[in-house]
């Protein structure tokens, strides 16, 4: 059964920095695209970043040059760092995966697997 688990949300100031993870289990997730999405309460999923199975990276336009994706192929885990938090990245963050050797997306729909989520609230 293949599962992603967030970690690593919280409350933090503006201005502060959370690093959170994504464990996944149940298959390899070594040769496929993950990404992170966030919900804020009454608007759509959006697209935060992903990162390929080669290490390409790209970011939603509101984290760019704060937030950063990496992943630990040998610990099936992706992170996704942030930094110079705002208030505006408050929001539920979801890890998810795409199946084998597709590419990074952004768009929800390309997702096949998702995390439960895991809330970063960040204060003014």
């Known amino acids: 059964q293949v599962q992603l688990v967030e970690s690593g949300g919280g409350l933090v100031q503006a201005g502060g920095s959370l690093r959170l993870s994504c464990a996944a289990s149940?298959?390899?997730?070594?040769?496929?695209?993950m990404g992170w999405f966030r919900q804020a309460p009454g608007k759509e999923r959006e697209f935060v970043g992903t990162?390929?199975?080669?290490?390409?990276?790209y970011y939603g336009d509101s984290v760019k040059g704060r937030f950063t994706i990496s992943r630990d192929y040998g610990k099936n885990t992706v992170y996704l760092q942030m930094n110079n938090l705002k208030p505006e990245d408050t929001a539920v963050y979801f890890c998810?995966?795409?199946?084998?050797?597709?590419?990074?997306?952004?768009?929800?729909?390309?997702?096949?697997?998702w995390g439960q989520g895991t809330q970063v609230t960040v204060s003014s």
């Open positions: 998810a995966a795409r199946l084998p050797s597709r590419g990074p997306a952004s768009n929800v729909r390309d997702y096949s697997y």
């Open positions: 149940g298959r390899s997730f070594s040769n496929s695209a």
């Open positions: 990162i390929g199975w080669n290490g390409d990276q």
